[in-house]
C-alpha cells in the first residue's frame, strides 16, 4: 500500500522540458511498487517523465514496523502515465538488493567499532 508521508521531493526541474525527481521509501516489495496505479494517491504532484528514487522493505513482523530481515531494496522508476483514472511507473534501474551488496562488499563482516582514545 502506497505510504504517501514516505513520498517527498528532492529535486524541482524548471522550463518547458523540466521534470521532478522524488524519493520514495514503504513497506513494499519493488514488485508491488511498479505495479499500476500504486502512486495513484500522488498523481497531482506525479507526471510523465517524472523520476522516482524508490526503496522498499516488506513488512513481515509486527505492525509497529518493517521487519528488518526482509529484503530492503532500491530502485530508480520512471512515471510513463499519469491521468485521473491511471497511474503507471517502469523500471529504470533496480539497483538491487541492500543487505547483498553490503554483504558483498564486506565479505569479512562488519568492522569492529573503533575505540576511542582515552576510553
Known amino acids: 500500500m502506497f505510504y504517501g508521508n514516505g513520498m517527498h521531493p528532492l529535486f524541482e526541474g524548471y522550463g ?18 511498479l505495479e499500476p496505479d500504486y502512486f ?5 504532484r506525479l507526471k510523465p517523465g517524472d ?4 526503496g522498499g522493505t516488506p513488512r513481515r513482523g ?9 529484503r530492503t531494496e532500491r530502485a530508480l522508476v520512471m512515471v510513463t502515465e499519469s491521468r485521473r483514472d491511471r497511474l503507471a511507473v517502469a523500471l529504470v534501474q533496480s539497483f538491487g ?10 565479505p569479512e563482516g562488519p568492522a569492529a567499532p573503533a575505540s ?4
Open 16 to 33: 518547458p522540458l523540466a521534470f521532478d525527481i522524488w524519493i520514495y521509501a514503504g513497506n513494499d516489495p519493488l514488485e508491488t511498487i
Open 116 to 119: 576511542r582514545p582515552g576510553a
Open 40 to 44: 495513484m494517491s500522488a498523481q497531482n
Open 62 to 70: 509486527p505492525p509497529s514496523g518493517p521487519d528488518r530481515t526482509a
Open 97 to 106: 538488493c541492500v543487505e547483498e551488496l553490503v554483504a558483498a562488499a564486506n
Open 51 to 54: 523520476l522516482i528514487l524508490a
